[in-house]
T-cell receptor, first 112, second 114 residues
């Protein structure tokens, strides 16, 4: 069983489109994250979310929004995609804020 | 505010040689520290973590790291490199000032020569 799963694994789309990336964790964790990894491998936190609190990295454009239908899911919606959004997006979860994060396999987004 | 600095974007070693990957952290309170490994086209996998217990932490695949508060360091070592160790390694810090959200260093690419 995959602990943190993301779909799709690859996503190629045109500028201006709206897309979503889904994330599910079956670990029973109460905190989930979205990270963006750029071409130089730098990992930047985008969002941290648990049942009570959403923490947004202030540098993330408001075209990006997390949606959590329940505790096990944290989807990422992106509106009006731009070339600079091309990157690998990772979903992760942790049992508690201080615990280690478990990562999904990543979604490689390419905007053309 | 929490931050992590990894010295050296690339480290090259021969198979069987000592591996040393450097990580220095900045934190206003006692932090939790982590090392992750990323193989090509995969997600990150936890190697080991420091959570204020023993300062010498042993992880998977023969890796270990030592927390040194006086030097604000958490360097990763392995006595003998294997070809399969070639990957990207990330140091991360988590503490209350950063809402415990893991903050990652820029990563170090480990290259292992036969």
């Amino acid at each position: 069983d995959t602990a943190v799963s993301q779909t799709p694994k690859y996503l190629v789309t045109q500028m201006g489109n709206d897309k979503s990336i889904k994330c599910e964790q079956n670990l029973g964790h109460d905190t989930m994250y979205w990270y963006k990894q750029d071409s130089k491998k730098f990992l930047k936190i985008m969002f941290s979310y648990n049942n009570k609190e959403l923490i947004i990295n202030e540098t993330v454009p408001n075209r990006f929004s997390p949606k959590s239908p329940d505790k096990a899911h944290l989807n990422l919606h992106i509106n009006s995609l731009e070339l600079g959004d091309s990157a690998v997006y990772f979903c992760a979860s942790s049992q508690e804020r201080r615990g280690e994060a478990f990562f999904g396999q990543g979604t490689r987004l390419t905007v053309v | 505010a929490q931050s992590v600095t990894q010295l050296g974007s690339h480290v090259s070693v021969s198979e069987g040689a000592l591996v040393l990957l450097r990580c220095n952290y900045s934190s206003s309170v006692p932090p939790y520290l982590f090392w992750y490994v990323q193989y090509p086209n995969q997600g990150l996998q936890l190697l080991l973590k420091y959570t204020s217990a023993a300062t010498l932490v042993k992880g998977i695949n023969g890796f270990e790291a030592e927390f040194k508060k006086s030097e604000t360091s958490f360097h990763l070592t392995k006595p003998s490199a294997h070809m399969s160790d070639a990957a990207e390694y990330f140091c991360a810090v988590s503490e209350s000032g950063g809402s415990y959200i893991p903050t990652f260093g820029r990563g170090t690419s480990l290259i292992v020569h036969p």
